[in-house]
């Protein structure tokens, strides 16, 4: 290739790659191959400017807009970081930062690099107005929606001396326990897993539904501060009254007075980030006066007073001994990798997953190889190659294996899907066991007692076999049972024993659990597909066991938010005698089978984010009427006030004492005409 075509090819390539992490939130390639890339072709570009093409990525903020949402200008651009990996061109950029000051001193602010989505936000007289996506620099999509429902931001600020128009800059996340939260309940459903937290919340900030972005609990840090005039005169100074005003800034800034201290702090936070409740990526490094800002300037592209140093995904080498196979709830197995340990960002890592067998053969491991092992924004750490330079004919190949590993069935790959299963669902123990440990859970039967090898005990002595076998246990089955587990990676022992105070408390939460109301018991069943949500929906529509069982295709895939998969799958479950059978078990035990709630239509989504509380009488509604009206359209009603309430709204003959606890609070208070131009707004 000569350097025209060459020049050619790394452009669309990283056009292509930017559409598909901007537009479609999934990275084709990892971050430190992409900035290699656009490095690569930075390089080509100097030494051969006559080749350059227009759309080139080196000069352009990578983002886009999108369709399906009003185009915002932003009232200052939104540009870019540049970007380094290494030490030696930091200090390049110190050395650039010292001549552009003519030698006058400076300092540094430097901050953690969030792995999130860059979001715009707009206050006007101190009330949230606008939330809107970086886009491509100029201009972004009006998210505020969605940006709505994010907690920890202020629907209104409060504060000496707030401008009455200023616009916060930070970055949207999904925190990570949330990310595992998240794919633990698809993977219960057998949804394919979400890929990283930074994609997850690009994709989220994108939907369309801002109800079911709330079910998402996205964050936010705010970094940056801009109103006209200018109010501070250093970064500093604007981080500090962020906070003060309610702004959630990150306390992991620092102030470096010299490139030694910059490094320090770099070096620092290069394993402690790992204890962060969110994916960084690197550490921003800014100058902190405004006006030496503003003397160094701006590239078409980045601030030329601020840098980006960002951490190559720390990587250790090790060998693979051995590949277990793990059987889950629905059948699917997992082939987790045996490592030789090894430290790696301050743990020590004996385990890291390989996801299926395809992955297997893309990176072409094989037993006893040494690899490479990474961290990234997951807890997890995964295989990310193979050191081909060690390998010795002590490699040998991975047999996946043909047969459950735990009840030597033969496994079957059904059409498009990645993992093998075993079909065995009604025999094989590891999938019971993790039927019994579905049905237990809070969000289900809530019979936690049951957990930490209890529930392993009852399987293995026979006491169960079917989640309805519970009902059944009794103190005389239970006292005195026992059994020594032994670890097989530690050797260590641990004694499951049930004596008299368990066997009450297991009891008593069995007992409890026949109140636990009729979705939960449906989400307890353990449908494929039909996680909480689903279960939610299902007891809307149909209230009972029975009219669901009766229910036809045609009538589950009219339900809300129910597709054609969830549906055959509901058909399927309940065709199953067997599951008959299970149900009228539970009849009988007295388990909830018909929901005594009144579902609320929804109606809209335009207080979604917000919190409600009301006093006083009303015109238009009666105080239940209220409630559901404030539900109906994505609101909640809160039970007092406190800091988390957004709005109180005051009818007639308001409670003295709750306006008073509400003015102290700065709470804003409504009437009722404002509340219903709000509902319609
Ligand atoms: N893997 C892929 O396919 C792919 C494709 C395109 C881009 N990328 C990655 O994205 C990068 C380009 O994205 P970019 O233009 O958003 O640049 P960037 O993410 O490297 O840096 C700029 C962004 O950093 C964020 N940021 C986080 N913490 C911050 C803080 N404390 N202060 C200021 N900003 C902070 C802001 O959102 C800002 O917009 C590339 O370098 C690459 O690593 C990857
Ligand atoms: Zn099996």
Redesign the pocket.
Known sequence: MNPQEQIAELTDRLNF??Y???QNSS?????????KL?EELSALERQYPEWARPDSPTHR???TISKEFATVYHRFP????G?TYSEAELAEFDVRVQKGLNGASYEYIC????????LSLTYENGILTRGVT?GDGVRGDDITANVRTIRTLPLKVNGSNVPPLFEV?G?GFLPLAEFERINREREDIGEPLLANPRNAASGTFKQQDSGAVAKRRLDC?L??FLSEPEIFQTHEESLLVMKKWGLNVSPT?RKCGSFQEVMAFINEWETRRFELPLAT?GI?I?INRYDQQRELGYTAKSPRW?I?F?YKALAASTVLNSVSYQVGRTGAVTPVANLTPVLLAGTVVKRASLHNSNEIQRLGVMLNDTVFVEKGGEIIPKITGVDLSKRTDASKPIDYPSLCPACQTPLIRKEGEAHFYCPNEKGCPPQLQARFEHFIQRRAMNIESLGEGKIELLIDRGLVHSPADLYELTVEKLLGLEKVYKDVETGKTRVVSLREKSVENILTAIDRSKTQPFSNVLFALGIRYVGNTIAEKLTDYFGNIDALRAASYETLVSVPEVGDRIAQSVVAWFADSDNQVFIERLRLAGLQLVTDRVAVEKKGETLVGKTFLYTGTFVNFSREELENEIEAHGGKVLSGISKKLNYLIVGENPGPSKVEKATKMAVTMIGEDEFLAMLSS
């Open positions: 790659y930017n598909q992490y901007y990275s084709e390639v990892d971050d430190f191959t992409f900035d656009l903020v990578g983002g939104m540009l870019s970081l970007n901050e953690l690099k969030f792995d999130g989505v860059a970086r800059r970055e840090y970094y940056s800034w990526d921003v800014k601020a980006a960002k």
